[in-house]
Structure formats: C-alpha cells, structure tokens
C-alpha cells in the first residue's frame, strides 16, 4: 500500500475513532497492543496520535479535523502555530504569495484566505504529500502546491510575486541552528533573487536570532515584527519592502492563548532620552518579552515617563499608574534592606512567589532560608539591587 493510500485509510471511521480513543494511551502499551487493522501498522498510527495530541493548543483547526494527516514529530516541531501564522496573514495583502519553505502548511493555509494565489513549495517529498492532502480536508483549493528546491524553482519562473515568504529551516544536518546563514535556505546568500522575484518579502527567523544582525545582514527592512505568545517569544519577522530604505520600526506584539494581544511599536532610529533612575515608587513594572527582545526597554520606558530602579535592573518604577503598559504591573506594599530573619517570620510555611533580579543569589535558596511555599496568585517578593543597594519588595501583581 503506498503512502496516498494509507492516507485515505486514516479516513475511515473506524481508524478515526481507534485515534480519538486512544489519544491519552501510553504509547509503549499502544505498540504492545499492536495495530487492529490489517492495513496500517502501528508505528503509523502511533505517530498518527502523538500529531493530533501536539496539534491541540499549537494547531487547533488541524485537531478538531479527524481526517487530518500529522508528518513526523520533527516536522511538527518546526511549524508556526495557528496564532503566529494569522498574524502574518494580516500583513500581507495582493494577489500572489510564494512560500518558499512549505513544511506542514500552516502559514499557507492562513495565507490562502487573505491572498487569491499561493505557491507552496517543499523539498521533503513526504512532508509535500501530507500538507497537499491536508490542504483538501481544509478545502483551501488556492494552493498550488510543488515538490521541488523551492530556490531552483524560483530561479526558473517567469512570476514575479506580491510576496514571498520564507521560514528557512533551523536543522541543518540534524544540528539545530538559529544564524540565518545556516538556515535552510540560505537566505542571505539569495536575497538579489527574491529582489528580483517579489514586491515584498516576508522572513521568520529564530528568537534567538540576534536583531543587530538582521540589521546589517539584510536590506530594505521596512519592520520587525516580534511576536510573543503568553510572554515567550516565538518568532521574529522580518518585513523587506525592496522600494524600502533601511528603516527600524519594531512592533512589539504579545499574544494570550486566544488572539487577543498587546501591542507596542518604537524606531530603533530615533534618538532616544536617556532613562532616569529613581527609588521604588507606587507601582513597578516589568516589560513584557517581545519588547526585552527589542533591546528598547529604556527607550519605551522613556515614553511612559518612567524611571528604572537601577541601571542594570530591568525594574521600571512610577507613582502614576499606566493602564495599557505593556507588561506586568505591580503595586508596591513594602521596600526595604533585606532581612533574612524577618521575612522568614513573616512567610516561613506561606505561598509567596520570589522574583531575583540583578542580584546574586537565587530563588531556590531563599525558599531555603525563608521555608516558604513558592505559588500564590499574586504576592511577590522581588529581590534586586536598587539605587539604594540590595533591597527586597513587597509587592502585588495587578
Ligand atoms: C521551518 S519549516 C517551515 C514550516 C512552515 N512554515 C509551517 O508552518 O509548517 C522549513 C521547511 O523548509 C523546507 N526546505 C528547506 N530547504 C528547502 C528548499 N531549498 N526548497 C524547498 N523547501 C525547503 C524543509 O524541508 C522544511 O520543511
């Protein structure tokens, strides 16, 4: 039976149901057990469970459709999450989209509901039959979709595109790589192509990713994205416009769970005031991911007329309370020298939660020293050095 038509089997009802029974089986007693259908094996439908199980928070349209194929694990791994790929959906607009570095498909299949025509090209000839199957469960019938070097076909075309978008792979003889020169492919060394080929061009690149670099590796950036889900940075985005000169606009996003998100944007460019220091006041707040990533912490705190509580803490302080700050606020109680002693007759055996901050010691050992809990909704005790020396804060997160 040839993989097409293992596919068609995962649709029947029977298959179908044995999945969803057995999403939260072990699988070590799944293969003890064996496969009950003749013509699909169990190391096939193993992998088929342990897609749809990773599928459920990063995926969840793919989840909720039971006749979805799932490629292996390490494929999986590399796809952008249903939340990621929307967002870059909505900053495309025209009528043609090639996606140089197909994978699973989820990029193309948000794509293809704001673009009239995607190119979806892939190398990895299994990884291509999946994701074309899959394309036809989802009905999104405005995908051309091609099992080819995606640079080769580029090379050959005739097209120019609105956009081309690009998310090199990060594993690069199975090393796990973050530099954009030893991503696949490799951009850096194509990039008169894709000026040749496009209108626009659309980069992901790892968090990890350093954003001085992308500055002086790549040309005609008009803005990064940088995009955080629950204040862990998933991706940056590179926005090339080739009519663009160098600019540096960030936009700094960070998304719940659902698709609700905060925003914040600065030019890197622009002269920036200086931050003042000052003692802990009313409210401290502490910057979300996307925006630490940025490197403009000082520069945004600037902006809400802040005051950082030392120049190496990344503490930020005010008497005025800012609604719509991008980050965590929390609502000073107490600010004083730290007392071991004290605190500890104060919270030994009590849920507190224990921020370090600039300072050497770490949390595990003032657990140690203060025999409490660590949990709790929302108190804090923040231990940092301040322009007043080493000093514990009591505090609460609004
Ligand atoms: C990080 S994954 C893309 C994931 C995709 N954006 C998604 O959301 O599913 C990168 C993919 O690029 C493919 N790839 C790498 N070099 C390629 C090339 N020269 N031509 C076509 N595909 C390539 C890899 O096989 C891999 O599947």
């Known amino acids: ?29 799944l293969v003890l057990r064996g496969s009950p259908f003749e013509s699909l094996d169990i190391n096939f439908l193993v992998n088929q469970i342990v897609g749809k199980k990773k599928a459920k928070k990063k995926l969840p349209t793919w989840y909720k459709n039971p006749k979805i194929i799932y490629p292996p694990k390490v494929n999986l791994e590399q796809t952008s999450s249903e939340i990621t790929a929307l967002h870059k959906a909505k900053i495309t607009e025209g009528n043609t989209l090639i996606d140089l570095t197909g994978g699973f498909g989820i990029d193309d299949y948000y794509f293809s509901k704001k673009i009239d025509k995607i190119t979806y090209i892939e190398i990895n000839s299994e990884l291509f039959k999946i994701a074309k199957f899959n394309f036809k469960r989802l ?62 061009l659309m980069i992901k690149t790892s968090p990890m990713y350093d954003i001085e670099m992308g500055y002086k590796e790549l040309s005609g950036i008009k803005e990064l994205h940088i995009i955080s889900i629950k204040n862990d940075v998933k991706e940056l985005l590179w926005i090339i416009d080739w009519r663009e000169v160098n600019s540096r606009v960030i936009k700094m996003y960070n998304y719940d769970s659902g698709k609700k998100y905060s925003y914040s944007t600065l ?39 802040l005051s950082k509580i030392e120049k190496n803490t990344n503490f930020y302080t005010s008497n005025s309370k800012i609604n719509s700050f991008p980050g965590k606020t929390y609502i000073v109680k107490n600010n004083e020298s730290i007392n071991f002693k004290k605190l500890k007759r104060n919270y030994k055996g009590k849920y507190i939660n224990i921020i370090c901050k600039n300072i050497k010691i770490t949390t595990s050992k003032i657990q140690n020293k203060l025999n409490c809990k660590i949990g709790g909704d929302k108190d804090y005790l923040i231990f940092s050095k301040t322009i007043d020396g080493n000093r514990v804060i009591e505090a609460s997160k609004l």
């Open 1 to 29: 039976m040839n993989l097409e038509e293992r596919y068609k089997k995962l649709a029947d009802t029977k298959v179908i149901q044995f999945i969803e029974e057995n999403i939260h089986t072990p699988v070590t007693s």
């Open 139 to 200: 009905s999104a019938n405005n995908i051309l979709c091609i099992n080819r070097d995606s640079l080769e076909y580029l090379k050959d075309t005739n097209n120019k595109y609105n956009w081309i978008y690009i998310d090199p792979s990060r594993r690069n003889e199975n090393q796990k790589v973050f530099l954009l020169k030893d991503s696949l492919p490799n951009v850096l060394k194509n990039k008169l192509l894709f000026g040749n080929k496009s209108q626009n």
């Open 267 to 305: 030019d890197k460019g622009l002269n920036h005031n200086d931050i003042s220091l000052n003692n802990c006041q009313k409210y401290l707040y502490e910057f979300n991911s996307s925006v630490m990533k940025s490197g403009l912490y000082d520069s945004m705190a600037s902006k809400y007329k």
